[in-house]
């Protein structure tokens, strides 16, 4: 099937009134479509909203999981594509094949060893869900639950959610905002904010699937990479963080000057990992804006920069898709995307010297970061 460059394809008797809108129209947060995209398995209604840009870009998004799950980006040599990995409808979003796509990833993003920490001597137990570590937050992370979406701007949804005290096992009552953004200088960004109820830990990310050729078009090995890091945080057998900071200079994670991902995937798919999996340390001041990555796809020439205010960068090449059908029938094998996912170092809850998750009552959590396109 062929890209349908919308959310969802509507009947034509309500695209017309679309069709014949000016281009200042009296209420501009009537621009910002949305529909029914499918249900919870609570029977509520999931939404989709869609926003568009001047130059052409489309980012769909839902509120299970504030998930952005199509992505299309003009091509100055081909056609718009979509290049974000998911899914056509709720069936999907439910499924075991359903590997975080395009959701946003909490309480505690990435890993946690024996998903166990300690605040003020108590310490917490969660979920064992990526044996013998926590992963992504639980097994209802903030991926699987409903968030509560208004149209924010003519170019922004914002999604909220209030994680009860104890959900997971996390301590505090933790409420979160994260508000997607569509630019007409082709960012898409996303700013997220909490506040909590007790002392908890806290590290959220965005987690889509890029494919700069288009989502289910093979494999990401010949993309590009160019990372503003000079070291990593090297990882036991169960992708635990040993402590250390490294330099990646003279390793396969060597991605300061741009070179394809396959040199650092190959080198590396006998690894625990199966390819690159590795938290990256940003060069810079954490809370201030920079670059982090840099990926170009020379297929396509479609490019992609990544800023954000935070510390790490989680590089996935997507080593575990297996094969599982997507959107309009494409198929995602093993390497046939790339996540770039900024968000604090790994198991930081039991890492003294990485920078805190620790989040505080009259503290407030916030995270900027975009996703910038070229063509
Ligand atoms: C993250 C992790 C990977 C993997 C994926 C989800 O990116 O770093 O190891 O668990 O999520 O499959």
Known sequence: MSPMNSCRLL??????????????????IQTVRSGVFGQAPSGEDIHWYELRN??????????WGATLYELHVPSAIGRTADVVLGFDDMDGYLSEDNQYFGCTAGRYANRIAKGRFSIDAKTYQLAINNDPNHLHGGEHGLDKV??????????????????????EGYPGEVSIVVTYTL????????????ETSAPTHLNLTHHSYFNLSGAGSGTVLDHELQLFASRYTPTDGTLIPTGEMKPIASTPLDFRTLKPLRRGAE????????????????????GAMRTAAYLHDPASRRSMTVNSTEPGLQVYTGNFLSGQTGKSGQVYPQRSAVCLETQHFPDTPNQPNFPTTLLLPGDTYTQHTEYRFAW
């Not at 009947?11 to 501009?28: E, F, G, H, N």
């Not at 130059?55 to 998004?61: D, E, K, L, T």
């Not at 630019?183 to 909490?194: H, K, Q, W």
Request: proline share 7%; glycine share 4%; hydrophobic share 45%.
């Open 11 to 28: 009947p034509a008797i309500l695209l017309l009134p679309l069709a014949s809108c000016p281009s200042t129209m009296q209420d501009p």
């Open 54 to 63: 001047s130059s052409g870009m489309i980012a769909c998004v839902h509120n």
């Open 146 to 167: 409903i968030w509560t979406a208004a149209v924010a701007s003519p170019s922004s949804v914002r999604f909220s959610y209030t994680s009860p005290d104890g959900e």
């Open 183 to 194: 630019t007409d200088t082709n960012a898409l960004v996303i700013e997220y904010e909490a």
């Open 267 to 286: 080198a590396l798919a006998a690894s625990a990992a199966l390819g690159i999996d590795h938290n990256f340390i940003i060069e810079g001041t954490q």
